[in-house]
């Protein structure tokens, strides 16, 4: 019987309503391709999911759990502001640096723009490590001199914490002796991308000469750093995981996170190590003045690198054993709880948080990297609940935060 005899013979009612289900169902699948097209366009993060990563303790990347204290703002002791009774109007000539001031335990930060002062934000970066990377803080500046004027939040880091130290730097003579000799005449030929590159060409030569943790200016340190060696950040374009309250070891297992590039605004390298020696070559290869591109150093290279002196076809967090040093990539979320694609969303974030969100955000980073290349200007609230500073200012860099108005 032909398809043509059988609907005959089913009653009229019946034919209008398969006919009616059938629009019904098309126009359904029709709305909701539709949302879906229109999420995608307007909420581009609404894909993104977590990795499925299993924790176990043995990877764990703080061995201390008691590092992991939750932070309270109702602990923060009250600090008066010190400025009116400190000598701010001095302007300090600065010890060029040199083997001698190096020790093992240091975390070092350049400033290579040329200015003469750190400014809120930055000192708040160097005064949260002297707070709490247990590591002694090398502030690097390209100026020769410290001009405690221009920042109220640097005069009172300047003199309240034994644990800073302030040098000059010599850009010829810090490449000098490493792989990167000779590479700041092509760099000061560079106007648009010249003072990143000097900080990132010059980053990796001190920790090659001296070794070191080193820390860019827009990280918050939250935890002890003094357990890192021989270790760089992957940098995800996913965000970074959330972490349930029932795990407890902040632990990932190994090669379980993939990334793209690595991220080298916090790494830390004992000196001679063969990573920090194989990027400055590279980077003295190929660098090229006449091209206005910000990658010619940075994550790029350094991922590249990577790739090449350990075989890798993609990047994941794996410790590597080699005879030029160990080389271990972390996972993202230990300097970055939020991933670079969610950083204005969850460190400025649009519903208060609380202190319990931020700590569920922060437990398992050991800093905050708020990548202010991009998000410098998004502005301080004071209000703890609105922005990430905000929370973390009077508990981890209380003295700078008292100036926040220079944030």
């Not at 190994?254 to 605004?265: H, V």
């Not at 990658?295 to 005879?323: D, F, M, T």
Request: positive net charge; contains cysteine.
């Amino acid at each position: 019987m032909s398809d043509k005899s059988k609907r005959k013979l089913l009653p009229l009612k019946v034919q209008r309503c398969i006919l009616s289900r059938k629009s019904d169902f098309h126009l359904t699948v029709s709305a909701v391709l539709l949302i879906g097209i229109l999420m995608m366009i307007f909420f581009p993060n609404i894909l993104e999911i977590n990795y499925p990563f299993k924790f176990i303790p043995i990877l764990n990347i703080d061995r201390n759990s008691n590092n992991f204290e939750p932070l309270n703002p109702l602990e923060t002791p009250s600090i008066l502001p010190a400025s009116e009774t400190l000598n701010c109007s001095r302007t300090i000539r600065l010890a060029k640096f040199a083997a001698e001031y190096s020790q093992q335990d240091q975390a070092f930060f350049l400033e290579t723009s040329g200015k003469s002062f750190l400014d809120g934000r930055q000192s708040c970066s160097v005064e949260s490590a002297a707070v709490k990377s247990s590591l002694v803080s090398k502030v690097l500046l390209k100026s020769q001199v410290l001009d405690l004027s221009k920042s109220k939040a640097l005069c009172e880091l300047y003199y309240n914490y034994g644990n800073v130290e302030f040098y000059h730097v010599d850009v010829a003579e810090l490449f000098r002796n490493t792989p990167a000799e000779g590479l700041e005449k092509r760099v000061e030929k560079v106007v648009a991308h010249g003072t990143c590159h000097y900080s990132a060409i010059g980053r990796m030569a001190f920790a090659y000469k001296y070794g070191g943790m080193y820390l860019d200016l827009d990280i918050i340190v939250l935890r002890s750093l003094a357990h890192i060696k021989n270790s760089i950040v992957l940098e995800s374009a996913k965000p970074a995981i959330s972490i349930s309250q029932s795990d407890m070891n902040c632990a990932i297992q190994e090669s379980s996170q993939r990334a793209q590039k690595i991220n080298n605004g916090h790494f830390h390298f004992e000196s001679g190590h063969q990573f920090a020696y194989e990027v400055l070559k590279y980077v003295n290869q190929t660098y090229d003045p006449n091209l206005n591109f910000r990658g010619q150093s940075g994550p790029i290279i350094c991922s590249r690198v990577a790739k090449q002196l350990y075989h890798l076809r993609e990047l994941r967090n794996v410790k590597i054993e080699s005879p030029g040093g160990d080389f271990t990539m972390l996972p993202d979320f230990s300097f970055m709880p939020a991933s670079f694609s969610r950083i204005k969303e969850e460190l400025w974030p649009r519903r208060p948080r609380y202190p319990t969100d931020w700590n569920n955000l922060f437990r398992c980073s050991l800093a905050v990297h708020f990548h202010s290349n991009v998000f410098g200007s998004v502005k301080v609230t004071q209000d703890p609940t609105l922005d990430a500073i905000s929370f973390l200012g009077p508990m981890l860099c209380p003295r700078s935060y008292l100036h926040v108005n220079e944030f």
